[in-house]
């Protein structure tokens, strides 16, 4: 049972903790492991007093690999981390896994091994642009992974457009059909985002109307002054830089984490 499964009326808010470049990456340097695991306890702890419902640890490696597989030295950094950070906060605090830009069955090991709930995936399905050369989906891997390890209990957040993922073929592909094709592969919701808010309202709107019980997550944009309305019909949000006083990968701000929290639980 994912922590979808019972959701309600509830939305999520999920901060999400920003590393830096860990061991089995280009840009590491010797210290910066301990540097971001002191950062991610902190950040969990932020979130947590702050009354956030959980966090998604996330690579900042800086220069990615395109395709699902990360270094060893690299999955076990994380999982360091993230087993830390269970540790530093509550049993009914969400935690999340996600090694970046797509490596999403390193990600699942890591979940599993340190009893993280859920992961976020780029391109679970179809194919994506990224910096770092072409992303391709690769479910038929993942979904039989998934059961080798026995983690279909571990969610996925499936993005189906936003940041990370825009796919090939832009709108010829109708966003409803691009969250189902991620729910027949696994995802336990969709992720999208878009800058304009009309835009992303609308979007959460067309695959509420296909879906009405697939929880949608909003991926970014979402701020002290518009989160009210862009949360009306979504299930949750993955929230960074408002947290980090709008400067990207610095230190959570347990203050601003209230005040969001509070306008959320506001919703009606």
């Known amino acids: ?5 019972n959701l309600g009326n509830q939305k999520l808010v999920l901060g999400l903790i920003h590393l830096i470049p860990l061991p089995g990456t280009p840009l590491y340097k010797e210290g910066d492991l301990e540097i971001a695991l002191d950062k991610a306890i902190k950040d969990a702890q932020a979130l947590y007093r702050g009354g956030a419902d959980g966090c998604l640890v996330q690579t900042v490696d ?9 270094d060893y030295a ?8 993230t087993h830390e950070v269970r540790k ?10 996600q090694i970046m830009w797509n490596c999403i069955t390193p990600s699942l090991g890591v979940a599993k091994a340190t009893g993280a ?8 399905t179809g194919t994506t642009v990224s910096p770092f050369g072409l992303i391709d989906a690769n479910p038929h891997k993942v979904g039989m992974y998934r059961r080798q390890i026995g983690a279909q209990d571990i969610a996925m957040i499936a993005e189906i457009h936003g940041y990370h993922f825009k796919g090939l073929g832009g709108d010829d592909i109708p966003l409803p059909m691009r969250a189902r094709m991620a729910i027949n592969a696994g995802a336990d919701a969709v992720e999208i985002m878009d800058a304009d808010e009309e835009t992303n309202n609308r979007m959460v709107h067309d695959i509420k109307k296909v879906f009405p019980d697939i929880p949608v997550i909003l991926g970014g944009k979402t701020d002290l002054e518009n989160v009210t309305r862009r ?5 949750g949000a993955l929230v960074g ?17 209230k005040e969001y929290v509070a306008l959320v639980r506001s919703i009606e």
């Open 117 to 124: 709930q859920f992961t976020r995936c780029t391109a679970l």
């Open 231 to 235: 949360m009306k019909e979504a299930n």
């Open 88 to 97: 530093a906060t509550s049993p009914d605090f969400l935690v999340g896994a």
């Open 241 to 257: 830089s408002v947290f980090e006083k709008g400067q990207w990968g610095r230190n959570v701000n347990e203050e601003i984490v």
């Open 74 to 81: 690299r999955v076990s950094s994380m999982a360091i981390i």
């Open 62 to 70: 800086r220069i990615y690999p395109s395709g699902d597989d990360a």
């Open 1 to 5: 049972m994912s922590i979808f499964s």
